[in-house]
C-alpha cells in the first residue's frame, strides 16, 4: 500500500493549486481517503476525504465551499483542489487511508497514525 502526494507550491492569496494522491496497493473503492494538513508549530488536522463506496467527499468547515475532493478509481487517484487559497491554509497536506470504508461515509475521525500515509506537498499561500 503507498500513497503518494503532490501538486503543492506557493501561491498568492486568493490562488488555487490542485493536489494529487496517487495510491497503488488497493482499489480506490474499496477504502475511505482523507486529506490533512500540518503547520508548522500546530497539530495535524482533517481537511476533507472521500468515501470509497461512492465517492461522497466530507469537509471541514474551515474549506467547505473552497476546496473540492475527487477521484477517478480507474488511474488510482484522488485530487483536492484548493481555491481561494489563504495564508492560515499554508501547511504541508497529507493524503491517507486506514483501508476502511466507514458506514455512512468517511469521516476525519476514520483516520488513524496507524493507517497508511503519504509523504506529503507544501502548500505555501503567501503574497
Known amino acids: 500500500v503507498q500513497l503518494q502526494a503532490s501538486g503543492g507550491g506557493t501561491v498568492q492569496p486568493g490562488g488555487s493549486l490542485r493536489l494529487s494522491c496517487a495510491v497503488s496497493g488497493f482499489n480506490l473503492v474499496l477504502y475511505d481517503i482523507g486529506w490533512f494538513r500540518q503547520a508548522p508549530g500546530k497539530e495535524r488536522e482533517g481537511v476533507s476525504c472521500?468515501?470509497?463506496?461512492?465517492?461522497?467527499?466530507y469537509y471541514v468547515d474551515s474549506v467547505k465551499g473552497r476546496f473540492t475532493s475527487s477521484r477517478d478509481t480507474a488511474k488510482s487517484t484522488v485530487w483536492l483542489q484548493l481555491n481561494s487559497l489563504k495564508p492560515e491554509d499554508t501547511a504541508i497536506y497529507y493524503c491517507?487511508?486506514?483501508?476502511?470504508?466507514?458506514?455512512?461515509?468517511?469521516?476525519?475521525?476514520?483516520?488513524?497514525?496507524?493507517?497508511?500515509w503519504g509523504q506529503g506537498t507544501q502548500v505555501t499561500v503567501s503574497s
Open positions: 472521500i468515501g470509497g463506496w461512492n465517492g461522497t467527499p
Open positions: 491517507a487511508t486506514n483501508l476502511r470504508r466507514l458506514a455512512g461515509g468517511c469521516r476525519m475521525s476514520g483516520f488513524t497514525d496507524s493507517g497508511y
